[in-house]
Nanobody, 118 residues
Framework: QVQLVESGGGLVQAGGSLRLSCVAS????????MGWSRQAPGNERELVAT???????DYSDSVKGRFTISRDHAKNTVYLEMNGLKFEDTAVYYC????????????WGQGTQVTVSA
C-alpha cells in the first residue's frame, strides 16, 4: 500500500506560479511512475504530468512549457512547478503513483485545490 499526501495548492492570480508537493509513504520502493492529474467541476480527470523512476517526464499539451514535474527519490516526493497559470488551470490536483509488486496498482492522493483568478 502507498499513501500520498499533497500540499501547496491555493489561490493565485493569472500569470502567477504555484508549487505542489506530494509525499509518498508505505511501500515506496514499489513505486515506478508518479504524476499529477487534475479535475475541474464538470470535467473528466486529466493526467497532466508524469515522471518515471528513471526520470523520464511527460506532459499533456495543455500544460507543456508551463509546468515542470520533478521527483526526489530520497524524500519520496514528487513536485509540480506551475508557472504562467491560467484561469483554466483551476482544478483539484491529485498526486498519482503507479506501483509494481507482482502486479500493477495505482494510488491517488486526496487532492489539493488550485484556483486561478482571472
Amino acid at each position: 500500500q502507498v499513501q500520498l499526501v499533497e500540499s501547496g495548492g491555493g489561490l493565485v492570480q493569472a500569470g502567477g506560479s504555484l508549487r505542489l508537493s506530494c509525499v509518498a509513504s508505505g511501500t515506496t520502493l514499489s513505486i515506478k511512475t508518479m504524476g499529477w492529474s487534475r479535475q475541474a467541476p464538470g470535467n473528466e480527470r486529466e493526467l497532466v504530468a508524469t515522471v518515471s523512476s528513471g526520470g523520464i517526464t511527460d506532459y499533456s499539451d495543455s500544460v507543456k512549457g508551463r509546468f515542470t514535474i520533478s521527483r526526489d527519490h530520497a524524500k519520496n516526493t514528487v513536485y509540480l512547478e506551475m508557472n504562467g497559470l491560467k484561469f483554466e488551470d483551476t482544478a483539484v490536483y491529485y498526486c498519482y503513483a503507479e506501483t509494481l509488486r507482482g502486479t500493477w496498482a495505482h494510488y491517488w492522493g486526496q487532492g489539493t485545490q488550485v484556483t486561478v483568478s482571472a
